[in-house]
Each structure stands twice: as structure tokens, then as C-alpha cells.
């Protein structure tokens, strides 16, 4: 693949998964309403904007996909057939699977191994919902075609062509019906995403392809390339219904006339040993196949060149050799690789094999694909914003160029001197934070890039467990960062699941508990000062706390008395303890006592917090509450030992100082008391493991912070200021270290070590 088809490639992907996307949703909200105008026209939009683009590629599995499912929409377009749970399912797996796809081609540059046999199950798959396979014999409709045509009746095109070509097309009578096609796309076809060369590559049992120029060509200072020029002529060995169902889109711009049974009227050949044609048109295919590096294109040249080559072989009277041809090119397409029909032509012209180079599957892989790179789609406003603050650093920093020579001359005095510096300082101070803000705002997404998976979700789960629940979403376009946000995917997954499984009940059950049929859940987003809050809310049965203290005590996690103790509120907190559920069977969606606890490690990773909210037989609210961003963060350092450290701004709750006889030991640990709650406390120099050469003091400064869920107090030596900087993370040697999460650089050069204190407290 050359490099304007790798640059090609990189815009395709992210546009087919903006309409996968868009088209998920779409048929989603159509089957919500089956009438609605909208979602029908943006649903057969997207699949047919995909079609026509796939078709720029060699990605032919996933253009029939794509193809057939729009064949499948025009149909409940027209009213001809009303859009069914079923025909969802079908067309939604289809669109899953284009979009593994889509994930391939990103990843390698080209289709699995597999496409063309799950090519073919979607395709029947939705075929059978169109009943396509009995309508594609009842006649194209609009495409003129006719009954076989004498000689006085062929098309000039095909009458034109010389003997050599018509040789190498084969005799109908040996190969079955052939067919001339005559397509002249429209002048605007490229405005709709269409591909005349393209679509005449689909034809089946192409023998022939030619193209001519409509008109004559213009000068190129005044060549519109936006403007289809070209006709197109082929021959092909198909059934008519075939070829006329491809070109169904554009009947009047096709003529499809079955060419009379023996054509070409000519003799048979001399034979393969003196005809001198033959051997031009050998030596042609293999020019052809070894012209250029095995990066190219291999199934179409594969196609093109065996087809050629059987024609030549029939008209030289050698069935026999045509059939081993066949199956030379079926080895050779299936090892996505020219040596098996190299070997064949070497083998009937032995002075070619020295010429030709024979390319193996496994020298094709070592050849570099095209890999499509991350992207992250920019509201251009956003990068006029940082194209003002360079402006205005550009010319700060030639303040400071001035600043210099004026220093350099005496021409100040050392408090002029200090005060320029310091109006210098602020100026420069203000673009970095706006510059900061710019950037950030960059990387902030709408949480609606997570959102939008989960209507398919709640309707495949929904319609699996026989349950009617309705997603209402909210908030779609509070932003966050790009981090955040990903991080977001996993944790709201659990806990959609976890509300269709164990929260909304079945309807015969929400009737006999006076609710109304179909359930409820809330997804809902909100920015508070420097946080997004993430909000998970159902109306189902609930979570029963006696039930969950039971459970606990069952599996070990709480004796009986600490559980008789707890309150409600604190009883449904456990749901998040690792290995709990109240699931009676195990599934493939919940019961595993895996899930809630994944929830909270991964939210507090990204120093996030998790709540949780619930009544029995009302429902149940889960809220996340996570910072805006992830990429500048806010720590406090503490000293220790003489040492400075820092700790995330998002663990800390509060500092204190607590006189010493304050602590008490309980059992092995030491606690105090703060607001009539217990804190446990451990030292951050024992943790650590710093020399202990502690002076006596009065008070201790405690620094509380939350850690699952759970207040802990840290005692420290000192407590020093609060920033904002950004966080490396540990690399090298250093990376398998526990208990740091990363460094950062002050401003007068030093490395601060940023705490990772629950690996240090675990």
C-alpha cells in the first residue's frame, strides 16, 4: 500500500466509526418508533455514506456487508417490509462485525483471515430477513437487458474488440452464458459516495474490463477531477439476475446483452506449443503479476491475470489445463500470494520461471501495513485559542531578550531590575495557565462518547432476560478528559449490567409490586467545580440489607455482632467489597462477586470517589464522582525525615494536629478520635521505612485521607503547600517500585516523589 493509500486508509477509520456509531444509534431509535421519518433517513445515510467509501479499498467482505444491509433498509424504507426485533438483531451484528473489522484495519492494514466466511454468514444472514434470494429472479427492473443477440445485433464495443482479446474472454458454449455490460456512471456519482470502478469489479466472472474516456479529455488547467469522464465495457460469465441486481442502483446507466452461444466465431487454436499469441499473453500475466513489490493490490491482479490467461488456455483447446489453472488461482488467492500461479505459468513457459520472482504468504506479512494512529477530533475554535496564547508567548519572550540587554547595560537599577522581572514573571505566568487551560480543553471529550454505547447495551440485555427497561440519558455533553472518560467505560458497564440483572425486575413481577411494566434506569452526568459526577439510577427492587448482611456473614466478611451493628446505608456499601454477591445463579452478565469492587478500584485509580444510595423495592443510585482532569493534577506535599513528598489533592480530606496522647493503640494499631468517628493511623515513616530518628513533639500533624471508602490518618512530620503540576511515571528500573505513583519536578530543579498510599497501606 503506497503513501496517499495509507494516508487514505487513516481518514477512512475514523469516519466508519463515526457512522457505525451513528447508524447504531439511529436504528436503535427506530426501533424505538418504526415510523419515525429521521432515524431512517440518518440509519440508511450512514450505511450507504460507508458502502460507497469502503469501496475506495480492497475490503471486499465488509463493502458486501454493508452493501447487503442497505439493500435490506431501502426495502423498510419503500414499506415493503416492517423493521422486526429479529431484522435488528441481524442488521446490529452486522454492524458489530464491520466494526471489528474497521478495529483491524486500524490495527494491521487489512481484514482478518476469516472475513470472507463471516462475510458470507452476515450476508445470508441478512438476506433471509429481504428474501432477496427469491426476488433477484424476477428481474432487475429498469435495466435493459435482452435475449441472446446475433452477430448483426452486438454492441459495437463488442464487435470491435480483436480477435486476441476475444480469445482471451473464452466461448460461452464452454463456459456457460456470457454477458456484455455497457455502465456509464453518472457525471456527480463521486458526490455520492459511489465507485464506478469499484462496482465494476464486483461483476462475477469478470473476463474482460474496459474503460474509455466519454468525452475527450480536457487540458489539465482546466480538468474537474470531480466529475466522472469515464464509460466502462465488460465481459463476464454470471447469471443475468446477478449482474443486474448489482447495478439495481443504477438501471438506467447500465445495458447488460447476453452475447450469442459460441462467441467468438473463430476456430480453435494451434495449440499451446507454436501459437505465438498465447505465449505473448503468458509473458503479459506474468509482467503483470511480478511488476510491481507484493504490497500491491494481490487479489485483483490474481483475478484479472487468471482470468485472462484461462481464456487463452480454452481457446487453445486445453480444458484440462484450465481446470489445474482454477485451482492454481484458488491457492494462490487463498495465500494472498502470486507463487502458486507463478509456478503454473513457469511450468508451461520454462523461460519465464528464471524472471519471475515468487512471493511467499510469509514475505507478504513482513512487508509494513498501514496502521491507522490514535486521533482525537478538535472543535477548531479551540485551536484558534492556542494559536492567540503563541502569539502573545512569542512576544513575552522577546520582552525578556530586551529585558536582558537592558540589564547587561546598567541602564537599571537592581529594584527597577527586580520589578521588571517581576511584571515579566506575572505576564508570563498568566499566558502558561491560559495555555494550560487551552490544552486541557483539548483533551476534554463529552461524556457522551461513553453514553453512546449503552442504549445497544441496555436493549441486548434487556430483550435476553425478557425484561422492558427504557434508558433515559442525561447530561451527554458535560465534558471531561480524554482519560477520564476512558476510564469511564469499564465501572459504567458493571453497573448498567448490575441494575438490569439484579434491579429491574421481570414485568410480570414489577405489576404484582404495583410499578409500571417497563423499568427505568437514569444515566445521567453533571460537572461539579473541578469534578464530573456520574450517575447510575434504576427504579428496581432495590438492595435488601438483610440480605446483604447474611451474604457477608456467609462469606466470611463481617462476624455476626459487626454485622448486626451496621447500619442499612453501610450494609449496602458492602456490595463493593471484593468476591460479594447476593446473585443466586451464576450468568454470563452478573454473580461471579465480581464487579462493584472492580467499580471502585478503577474509580479511585483515577482519584475518583464512589457513593451508594438505596431503597428496598424503590431502587438504587450509584454516583461517581471523578476529576475533570487527569493530565494536570493537584497534590499536597508533606515532609517526613527531611524529605518532601507529595500526595494526590484527591485522597486528602483534611489535616489535623493531634497532641500525642491523643493516639491510643488498639491492638496492633494506633487511632484517635475525630468528630466522635475512630481514624486509624499509620506513619508514613514506617511505611516508607525511613531511619527513625523522630524528635519528641507535642503534636502530630495527621494528614486524613479516604482510602476505600475508609478514612485514614497519616502521620507526617510537616505539612507545606499545595500545587498543581503534572505527574511522570516511574520508568525503568524504577517502574515495578510500589508505592509511588509517579515524580514531578519543583521549580527549583529537585524530583518529588508522588505516594501511591494504597499500595503502601495494602
Known amino acids: 500500500m503506497n503513501e496517499a493509500d ?28 418504526p415510523g419515525a421519518t429521521e432515524p431512517m433517513n440518518e440509519l440508511f445515510r450512514a450505511v450507504h455514506t460507508l458502502k460507497g467509501t469502503s469501496g475506495l479499498f480492497d475490503v471486499g467482505p465488509l463493502t458486501r456487508v454493508v452493501h447487503t444491509a442497505e439493500d ?29 473489522w474497521i478495529d483491524a484495519l486500524a490495527a494491521t492494514g487489512g481484514l482478518p483471515a476469516t472475513a470472507a466466511d463471516e462475510a458470507s454468514s452476515r450476508v445470508n444472514r441478512l438476506l433471509a430477513q429481504l428474501g432477496a434470494k427469491a426476488e433477484r429472479g424476477n428481474g432487475p427492473g429498469g435495466v435493459r437487458s435482452g435475449a441472446a443477440a446475433g452477430p448483426a445485433a452486438l454492441p459495437p464495443w463488442v464487435a470491435a474488440l480483436s480477435e486476441t482479446a476475444s480469445r482471451a474472454c473464452g466461448t460461452a458454449d464452454a463456459d456457460g452464458d456470457l ?75 447500465v445495458e447488460i446483452l447476453k452475447l450469442p452461444a459460441g462467441w467468438p466465431s473463430v476456430a480453435p487454436g494451434p495449440g499451446l506449443e507454436d501459437d505465438t499469441t498465447f505465449q505473448t499473453i503468458v509473458d503479459g500475466q506474468r509482467r503483470l503479476l511480478t511488476a510491481s513489490g507484493p504490497d500491491e493490490l494481490w487479489a485483483g491482479r490474481l483475478g484479472a491475470a487468471g482470468r485472462a490467461l484461462r481464456g487463452a488456455i480454452l481457446y487453445a483447446g486445453r480444458p484440462d489445463l484450465a481446470a489445474k489453472l482454477e485451482a492454481a488461482i484458488d491457492e494462490a ?8 500461479l507463478l509456478a503454473f505459468i513457469g511450468g508451461m513457459a520454462p523461460a519465464a520461471v528464471a524472471q519471475a520472482r515468487p512471493t511467499a504468504r510469509a514475505e507478504l506479512a513482513e512487508q509494513p501495513r498501514a496502521v491507522a494512529p ?35 547595560e546598567g541602564s537599571l537599577s537592581l529594584r527597577e531590575l527586580a520589578r521588571e522581572i517581576k511584571d515579566r514573571q506575572a505576564l508570563v505566568n498568566r499566558i502558561a495557565e491560559e495555555m494550560q487551560g487551552a490544552v486541557m480543553s483539548v483533551r476534554m471529550l463529552p461524556v457522551d462518547h461513553v453514553f453512546q454505547r449503552f442504549p445497544r447495551l441496555v436493549r441486548d440485555i434487556a430483550r435476553r432476560f425478557g425484561k422492558h427497561v427504557e434508558l433515559v440519558v442525561e447530561g451527554g455533553e458535560t465534558e471531561a478528559d480524554k482519560n477520564v472518560i476512558e476510564a469511564l467505560a469499564d465501572p459504567l458497564i458493571h453497573m448498567v449490567r448490575n441494575s438490569l440483572d439484579h434491579g429491574i425486575e421481570s414485568p410480570e413481577d414489577r405489576l404484582a409490586a404495583g410499578k409500571p411494566e417497563n423499568g427505568v434506569i437514569r444515566l445521567a452526568a453533571m460537572q461539579d467545580n473541578d469534578n464530573v459526577i456520574i450517575r447510575v439510577a434504576d427504579d428496581g427492587r432495590g438492595i435488601d440489607p438483610v440480605v446483604v448482611r447474611r451474604k457477608a456473614v ?101 489535616t489535623v494536629r493531634v497532641p500525642r496522647i491523643a493516639l491510643h493503640r488498639l491492638r496492633d494499631r494506633e487511632a484517635f478520635v475525630l468528630r466522635d468517628s475512630v481514624v486509624p493511623v499509620v506513619r508514613l515513616d514506617r511505611l516508607l521505612d525511613l531511619p527513625d530518628a523522630r524528635d519528641p513533639v507535642d503534636d502530630e500533624a495527621v494528614l486524613v485521607v479516604r482510602l476505600n471508602g475508609e478514612r485514614l490518618g497519616v502521620v507526617v512530620g510537616a505539612f507545606r503547600e499545595g500545587m498543581e503540576v503534572i505527574i511522570k511515571p516511574m520508568e525503568g528500573i524504577l517502574s515495578n517500585v510500589r508505592g509511588f505513583a509517579g515524580t514531578t519536578l519543583l521549580g527549583d530543579g529537585r524530583v518529588l516523589l508522588i505516594l501511591d498510599l494504597r499500595e503502601l497501606v495494602v
Open 72 to 100: 435490506l433498509l431501502c426495502a423498510v424504507q419503500s414499506g415493503r417490509l416492517e423493521l422486526t426485533g429479529e431484522m435488528a438483531d441481524v442488521l446490529l451484528d452486522s454492524l458489530d462485525m464491520v466494526g471489528v
Open 554 to 654: 456467609e462469606k466470611g466478611l463481617l462476624d455476626p455482632e459487626r454485622a448486626a451493628a451496621m447500619s442499612d446505608e453501610e450494609a449496602a456499601m458492602l456490595v463493593f467489597a471484593p468476591g460479594f454477591s447476593t446473585a443466586a445463579t451464576v450468568s454470563d452478565i452478573s454473580g461471579r462477586g465480581i464487579g462493584m469492587d472492580v467499580v471502585r478500584s478503577a474509580v479511585e485509580k483515577v482519584g475518583g470517589r464512589v457513593t451508594l444510595s438505596s431503597r428496598k423495592g424503590t431502587g438504587t443510585t450509584v454516583e461517581l464522582t471523578l476529576p475533570l482532569s487527569m493530565a494536570v493534577s493537584r497534590i499536597m506535599m508533606v515532609e517526613c525525615r527531611g524529605r518532601l513528598f507529595g500526595v494526590p489533592m484527591a485522597l486528602v480530606v483534611e
Open 6 to 33: 495509507t494516508e487514505l486508509l487513516q481518514q477512512f477509520i475514523p469516519e466508519a466509526r463515526d457512522l457505525l456509531e451513528q447508524a447504531g444509534r439511529s436504528l436503535l431509535a427506530l426501533e424505538r418508533s
Open 179 to 253: 454477458f456484455a455490460v455497457a455502465y456509464t456512471p453518472d457525471r456527480d456519482c463521486f458526490f455520492r459516495g459511489e465507485d464506478p470502478l469499484g462496482l465494476m469489479r464486483q461483476v462475477q466472472g469478470l473476463r474482460l474490463l474496459l474503460a474509455e474516456p466519454v468525452e475527450p479529455w480536457p487540458m489539465l488547467d482546466v480538468l474537474d477531477p470531480f466529475v466522472c469522464n469515464l464509460r466502462f465495457h465488460a465481459i463476464a460469465a454470471a447469471p443475468e439476475a446477478e449482474i443486474a441486481y448489482l447495478f439495481r442502483y443504477a438501471p438506467d446507466q
Open 333 to 340: 488467492e487463498a495465500a494472498a500470494s502470486p507463487a502458486p
Open 374 to 408: 490514535p486521533t482525537l477530533r478538535v472543535d477548531a475554535g479551540k485551536i484558534d485559542v492556542l494559536m492567540s496564547l503563541i502569539g502573545e508567548l512569542v512576544v513575552a519572550k522577546n520582552g525578556l531578550a530586551y529585558l536582558a540587554r537592558r540589564a547587561e
